[in-house]
Antibody
């Protein structure tokens, strides 16, 4: 069964940077697109970014475009999210999720909390 | 692109059936068959319960069903059980390869 484990969250000041990682196991990582989805405290889910299995294609939400970058290392079965120019409104639990085909996220990690505050 | 519209809350008694709506536009829900539903219990990660409007992943109870009419998708839950109490989110593929989520619906089993 697929397992996803996020890491890299923490407290950062506004304008700072953070890099999230997601270690994947239990499936052929390079065969599937992967996504980051976030959830602000007490709020709903928000799609952040998706990367194809080959990393040839990436898609990103307008709210983070130009500040966040998704990438992956297939030999190391790891997904990344580089977050720059962080804002208070980026505070959220960030989930790593595997897709089945398109945007159908069938496996999720436990999430990692990012807090942006001075 | 705006978030999809869901009712903030719904409720039902054990054994009853409920339906949660998810309204979008012709550029998302109405334009594609890629509508998904997730169940999220407090403090837990979301769980996929419906994909491609009507399909259930393996292991998901057949008490959950999905449908779509025009720009509105719906999730129905029959034979309500206490364990169904959770937040439910719809999502849809949107133009420009974006993904939209609904604001979420809190289901209370009375």
């Amino acid at each position: 069964e697929a397992q996803l484990l996020e890491s890299g969250g923490g407290l950062v000041q506004p304008g700072g940077s953070l890099r999230l990682s997601c270690a994947a196991s239990g499936f052929t990582f390079s065969n599937y697109a992967m996504s980051w989805v976030r959830q602000a405290p007490g709020k709903g889910l928000e799609w952040v970014s998706t990367i194809s299995g080959t990393a040839y294609s990436t898609y990103i939400a307008d709210s983070v475009k130009g500040r966040f970058t998704i990438s992956r290392d297939n030999p190391k079965n790891t997904l990344f999210l580089q977050m720059d120019s962080l804002r208070v409104e980026d505070t959220a639990v960030y989930y790593c999720a595997k897709t089945q085909v398109l945007y159908d996220h069938d496996y999720w990690g436990q999430g990692t909390l990012v807090t942006v505050s001075s | 692109q705006s978030a999809l519209t869901q009712p903030a809350s719904v409720s039902g008694s054990p054994g009853q059936s409920i339906t949660i709506s998810c309204t979008g536009t012709s550029s998302d829900v109405g334009g594609y068959k890629f509508v998904y539903w997730y169940q999220q219990h407090p403090g837990k990660a979301p769980k996929l319960i419906i994909y491609d409007v009507t399909n259930r992943p393996s292991g998901v109870s057949n008490r959950f069903s999905g449908s779509k009419s025009g720009n509105t998708a719906s999730l129905s839950i029959s034979g309500l059980q206490a364990e169904d109490e959770a937040d439910y989110y719809c999502s849809s593929y949107a133009s420009s390869s974006h993904l939209l989520f609904g604001g979420g619906t809190k289901l209370t089993v009375l």
